[in-house]
T-cell receptor, first 112, second 116 residues
Framework: EAQVTQNPRYLITVTGKKLTVTCSQN?????MSWYRQDPGLGLRQIYY???????DKGDVPEGYKVSRKEKRNFPLILESPSPNQTSLYFC???????????FGPGTRLTVL | DQQVKQNSPSLSVQEGRISILNCDYT??????FLWYKKYPAEGPTFLIS?????DKNEDGRFTVFLNKSAKHLSLHIVPSQPGDSAVYFC???????????????FGTGTRLTIIP
């Protein structure tokens, strides 16, 4: 089954404790992206990747890092999480940046 | 600055009637528009899209209309069915040069409820 998976689905952590949210797709897609969804703000793009080792900032990259060492994986790294990063996070992928994106099921993160 | 706006946070429609969801944008560089549908506890799923060279695109019960002069697009669902109850996001991108949709700007979403 073609899908985008994210882990964990739910995470509660404390300020300053480094964490990684994994994202994996099995569709051999070149393009991957991370979004956060917040009430009243919709979905905002954090980072995206056009291919392996090619990443760029979206609209809200502060406080986040990404890497793309393999085509299928695009982890989101929070080196020192803060409460304002409490949000619902979505990973997405598509065959090219011109095609419609497939979204993962989301990761709900709470930073205390 | 919200470049893509969905001014109605919620909408209720009787089953069988037409649902009309609206979206406004401010960036004149946007030239490709998409609608995504989201159920609770799931990621958004692509519904329909339209390029700025068109003013209408139809796919089954779903039709998207684009009014470039007004910087407005709408999604029509007819007839509305209970399974259409979800949050709908419009999104826009500027496909300039050789770039694609890598930078998508989303609206805040409209929660559609279909009343049986």
């Amino acid at each position: 089954e073609a899908q985008v998976t994210q882990n964990p689905r739910y995470l509660i952590t404390v300020t300053g404790k480094k964490l990684t949210v994994t994202c994996s797709q099995n569709m051999n897609h070149e393009y991957m992206s991370w979004y956060r969804q917040d009430p009243g703000l919709g979905l905002r793009q954090i980072y995206y990747s056009m291919n392996v080792e090619v990443t760029d900032k979206g609209d809200v990259p502060e406080g986040y890092k990404v890497s793309r060492k393999e085509k299928r994986n695009f982890p989101l790294i929070l080196e020192s999480p803060s409460p304002n990063q409490t949000s619902l996070y979505f990973c997405a992928s598509s065959s090219t940046s011109y095609n419609e994106q497939f979204f993962g099921p989301g990761t709900r993160l709470t930073v205390l | 600055d919200q470049q893509v706006k969905q001014n109605s946070p919620s909408l209720s429609v009787q089953e069988g009637r037409i649902s009309i969801l609206n979206c406004d944008y401010t960036n004149s560089m946007f030239d490709y528009f998409l609608w995504y549908k989201k159920y609770p506890a799931e990621g958004p799923t692509f519904l329909i899209s339209i390029s700025s060279i068109k003013d209408k695109n139809e796919d089954g019960r779903f039709t998207v209309f684009l009014n470039k002069s007004a910087k407005h697009l709408s999604l029509h669902i007819v007839p509305s069915q209970p399974g259409d109850s979800a949050v709908y996001f419009c999104a826009a991108s500027a496909r300039i040069s050789n770039f694609g949709n890598e930078k998508l700007t989303f609206g805040t979403g409209t929660r559609l409820t279909i009343i049986p």
